[in-house]
């Protein structure tokens, strides 16, 4: 029979160990902003549940309404695809804590393998100029030799939902980061696109997504293309576009990436844009993009960190990218998205969890789930991740 003496020491030690495995408090962040995330944080937000027992609570809603959340003290941390052009709250820190593809995705059950589209006929497509599948300009894009990269993959365990370890297969790195490009493909393809109408699918909440995308639009086409999309990339879709689209009968508004991929699902000659793992959850097509390269590149993981390789990392954070760089293997639609927090002026141990979830996103994330299409930040970016994210306090 134990002892009253031991017996304290047994109920002391168990306790220990119960508290030990479980955190000292289960706490639960608020968070809104970019839809483009979802698909990588709903899958990433319950492992950190099961890790720390914290809870997240992502609303997505668009970049934009995560930035008016943030600015008015609504959510402990929001998402944006794009930095703020006015209103930037004191106190702000960017973090880059994940990358991923825009895909340009499309509705044509009839045309089995990947199309390829050049930056100038997106352009026209997106304008409305561009109103056929059979347009001379899409044809052109589809009748030629085309050369692509092909990367080199490494096997990676992970511990996948119920926790069993599972390998997956990831880009591989270079000592800088950079993706290793093993060899280059080059065919000539004939890609007989159907006598159809397109129905252009766009976002019409405030959206980082759309920034981007326009920015891609404008700038890819700079110079001798500039005409073709002359105005400056706006969060608003309708607001950068060359034309006014609301008189175009063939164009369609969703709100959400998700909206936009099930509107392109529910109509045959539709196209849109939007995170690659929506188009991939509702069977759509994605084009491979002609980069300044001369190489046609698919949305992945890959292509992306090889485009942001190529940018220019600013004192803040933010990343900005030249789409005219002929960079090899780069897709040219890849973009930085980021977690956005205080560094000051807000509650303790509110601010060590948004830290907390911000470095799990970005250590963990990406490469635990990468049939998402979500890229690992590495190399420098990588490093001035961490920066930011030491800067919450």
Same mark, same amino acid.
């Given at each position: ?49 099961? !890790? ?20 008015? $003290? ?32 499309? $509705? ?32 052109? !894009? ?31 790195? !270079? ?63 309708? $607001? ?11 164009? *369609? ?34 084009? $491979? ?61 509110? *601010? ?10 970005? !250590? ?11 890229? *690992? ?10 920066? *930011? ?5």
């Amino acid at each position: 029979m134990l002892s009253r003496k031991k017996l304290v020491g047994v109920v002391i030690t168990a306790s220990a160990l119960i508290f030990s495995s479980s955190p000292a408090f289960a706490a639960t962040l608020n968070g809104s902003g970019a839809t483009f995330a979802i698909p990588l944080l709903d899958a990433c937000k319950v492992d950190f549940n099961k !890790d720390t027992g914290h809870t997240i609570n992502y609303t997505g809603g668009g970049s934009g309404k995560g930035r008016t959340d943030f600015s008015g $003290n609504l959510v402990d941390f929001a998402g944006s695809d794009t930095p703020y052009t006015s209103g930037e709250p004191a106190n702000l820190i960017y973090a880059p804590i994940y990358a991923a593809p825009i895909a340009v995705m499309y $509705n044509l059950p009839s045309v089995k393998e990947s199309i390829y589209l050049s930056p100038s006929t997106v352009a026209q497509i997106f304008s409305g100029y561009i109103t056929n599948w059979d347009d001379k300009l899409i044809a052109a !894009d589809n009748e030629r030799t085309v050369k692509t990269p092909v990367y080199k993959t490494v096997n990676k365990k992970v511990k996948d939902k119920t926790g069993k370890t599972v390998t997956k297969r990831v880009p591989a790195l !270079d000592k800088s980061g950079k993706p290793i490009i093993s060899r280059y493909n080059e065919k000539t393809v004939n890609i007989d696109l159907p006598k159809l109408p397109i129905t252009v699918w766009y976002r019409t909440d405030s959206s980082g997504t759309s920034g981007v995308f326009t920015d891609f639009l404008r700038g890819a086409n700079a110079g001798a293309n500039e005409r073709l999309w002359p105005k400056a990339s706006n969060n608003t879709f309708a $607001n950068a576009t060359p034309n006014n689209i609301s008189t175009f009968f063939n164009f *369609q508004g969703g709100s959400g990436s998700a909206a936009v991929a099930v509107g392109v699902k529910g109509k045959e000659g539709a196209i849109g844009y939007g995170e690659v793992s929506f188009a991939t959850d509702n069977k759509l097509g994605v084009a $491979n993009i002609l980069n300044a390269a001369g190489e046609f590149v698919a949305p992945g993981a890959a292509g992306t960190s090889a485009f942001l390789g190529g940018g220019t990392i600013n004192a803040n954070g933010t990343v900005t990218v030249d789409y005219k760089k002929a960079i090899p293997g780069a897709y040219p639609l890849g973009t930085t998205s980021y977690g956005l927090a205080y560094s000051s002026g807000k509650n303790a141990e509110t *601010q060590k969890l948004v830290a907390d979830w911000f470095t799990y996103v970005l !250590d963990k994330c990406p490469g635990k789930y990468p049939e998402k299409g979500f890229s *690992q930040i590495t190399g420098p970016l990588y490093n001035k991740a961490k920066e *930011q994210i030491a800067k919450i306090k």
